[in-house]
């Protein structure tokens, strides 16, 4: 299984990014896409990796922390076994490396999003938002 993200870059302050994650590989141990949730974590320098949101394969739940509830928007194209994180008014402390994820078990419902959830990880696309 293999996630590739792109979309980061540099944006100002208030400004907006769209990621994607891409995901192939599937089907995988008898596993397809639509059998996994996808997230997405972030890390910025000096702090710890944390989950940012989710969204289910199920039934399509979705899961924000407050830091993005309200900014961030996540979905997915399961027809093209794509997952978007569209981030609007961004923040400087939003500057992070962003990582896609994948995992079978459902999202969480609330904080934290835990590593321990994770079976794969994508790479990471840099984003960083200039004040």
């Known amino acids: 299984v293999q996630l590739v993200e792109s979309g980061g870059g540099l944006v100002q302050a208030g400004g907006s990014l769209r990621l994607s994650c891409a995901a192939s590989g599937f089907p995988f141990a008898g596993f397809t896409f639509d059998d996994y949730s996808i997230g997405w974590f972030r890390q910025a320098p000096g702090r710890e990796r944390e989950g940012v949101s989710c969204i289910g394969s199920s039934d399509g739940s979705t899961y924000y922390a407050k830091a993005v509830k309200g900014r961030f928007t996540i979905s997915s194209d399961y027809a093209k076994n794509t997952v978007y994180l569209q981030m609007n008014t961004l923040k400087p402390e939003d500057t992070a490396v962003y990582y896609c994820?994948?995992?079978?078990?459902?999202?969480?419902?609330?904080?934290?999003?835990?590593?321990?959830?994770?079976?794969?990880w994508g790479q990471g696309t840099q984003v960083t938002v200039s004040s």
């Open positions: 994820v994948a995992h079978r078990f459902s999202c969480p419902v609330v904080e934290p999003y835990g590593l321990g959830l994770v079976d794969y």
